[in-house]
Structures are given as C-alpha cells and as structure tokens.
DNA sequence: TATTCCGGTTACCAATAGGTAACCACAAAA
DNA sequence: TTTTGTGGTTACCTATTGGTAACCGGAATA
C-alpha cells in the first residue's frame, strides 16, 4: 500500500506522495484529529473500511512516523491510538484540502432533498 | 481509479480525497505547475508512469475541472495541458505537503553515495 | 457452560489498478 | 517507399488491493 518506487525517489514531494498518498491514510488522519481514539472507534467511525485494511494502514502510518500506538496490556485488551508531532503538523494540510475542495468543488448534489 | 464511494459522501473532505486522492493526480499537478505543458513531455518527465494511466488521470483530472485539455487540429497532433484555476489553488497543498515531509522525514538514506 | 469483549490475524477469493505492446491517422521528410 | 512524429486507444495479462468470514486469547458475565 505504499509505493517503493515512489519512497525511494531522490524528489522529497514524491516520497511524500509515496507515504501518505493513497485514500484511507488522509482519511484516517483527518478522522484521529488531536484526540486519542480506539481502534474499534475507528472501525466503528471510518465508513467502509475493513478491519484488516485498517490495520494495515495503522501499523504504515505508525511505522512513518506519524501515529503513536499504546497497548494496554489488558483483557480484553485496549489500544489507543495518538498522532504524533508528525502527524499532527499534517493535519492543516488536510485543512486546507477540505477549503480548497469548499470553494472549487462544483456542487453535483441536489439543492433539496425530499 | 477514482472512488466512487468517496466521492458521493457527504464529508467535503472525504470526496476531495475521492477526486485527488491516489498516487498519480497529486504528481501529475505537481509537475504541470504553472505552465502549459504537452502530453508527451509529461510522459517523458514523470517517472515510471505508462500512458495508459497517464491518458486515464488526464482525462480524469479533466473532468474534475483541475486542468483545461486544448487539442490543435495539426498533424502531427499536439495536445497542451494547463492547470485551471482550480488546479492551480492546488499548487500550495502540494508545496506544503513537500515542506511537511522535508521537516519531518526520517532519513534512511545513506550520508553518502560512493 | 456459553457468550461477550477487543484488537487483531489468517486464509481465501474478487475486484481493481496498472503494465506491455501493437495499432491508428496523416502529413512531411528522407 | 519507408520512416518519423504525436497523442492517443485497445486487447490482453498480471500484480496489487481489498473484502469476507472464521478464528484467537483469557477474563468477566450470564
């Protein structure tokens, strides 16, 4: 799921692109936020996405950087999942994706709903 | 290649991630920046891309109203591509993601190169 | 005794993305 | 006459992604 050709490009923009550029990290990232969340919330949260593709992204962004995993050693057990400076240094990227998307999306919804 | 599911959510950012959001889009805006720039240059610029998928994000990218497509009726045929408003209020994500990854990029590549 | 809870893991299968190579038009140049 | 240049398209095949459902431990609860 992430792209080595991409990671081992000498273009900083392209490594990042290979790291975080596929549709359920920003997802991820956005719905995690400044706050400290489980991974059944996550589960529970993120429309459509399977547990196993959800922990697949959660041990990459962990492994970049850009997640924090505590394990209580617990039964049943607890993990909570943080963003890390990393991570939240992105988080107004996806700010600023969701503006830019506000103000050029051209809306294809319909006005009202019955 | 574009994900339906997220495009059609009611989240403004979860559809901006269902229209840019995969490996291709964010390097192809990249690459084109400000300029006007012809098919085959991006094909011979970014690495590793086929046309096949070149022509698909293209056109796709077009359809979002992230780039205008001007065809010259000429033969041989030259077809030029210029990032559109909306594309072009792109450029500064991808410029602080590029800053984003410089600041925070663990470096695993070595010092040095014999 | 059986079930629930939680955060996974695993095996298996289906859907999708993506690559390759051939082909196209048509004019100009060799 | 053949080749070149351009921006694709197409058929075909493979690699990757992603989904489903079953299973796990081990204590608490019913």
Same mark, same amino acid.
């Given at each position: &799921?992430?792209?080595?050709?991409?990671?081992? $490009?000498?273009?900083?923009?392209?490594?990042? !692109?290979?790291?975080?550029?596929?549709?359920?990290?920003?997802? !991820?990232?956005?719905? &995690?936020?400044?706050?400290?969340?489980?991974?059944?919330?996550?589960?529970? !949260?993120?429309?459509? !996405? $399977?547990?196993?593709?959800?922990?697949?992204?959660?041990?990459?962004?962990?492994?970049?950087?850009?997640?924090?995993?505590? @394990?209580?050693?617990?039964?049943?057990?607890?993990?909570?999942?943080?963003?890390?400076?990393?991570?939240?240094?992105?988080?107004?990227?996806?700010? $600023?994706?969701?503006?830019?998307?506000?103000?050029?999306?051209? $809306?294809?919804?319909?006005?009202?709903? @019955?």
């Amino acid at each position: &799921m992430r792209d080595e050709r991409f990671c081992n $490009s000498n273009c900083p923009f392209t490594r990042a !692109i290979g790291t975080i550029g596929n549709k359920w990290k920003p997802i !991820i990232i956005n719905v &995690m936020g400044t706050r400290s969340i489980r991974f059944g919330q996550l589960d529970a !949260i993120i429309p459509h !996405i $399977s547990r196993k593709v959800l922990t697949e992204q959660l041990k990459e962004l962990e492994e970049d950087g850009l997640l924090e995993r505590y @394990a209580y050693k617990e039964i049943p057990p607890r993990v909570e999942y943080r963003l890390s400076e990393k991570g939240l240094a992105f988080l107004p990227i996806l700010e $600023s994706i969701k503006e830019w998307n506000l103000k050029y999306e051209v $809306s294809t919804m319909p006005a009202m709903e @019955a």
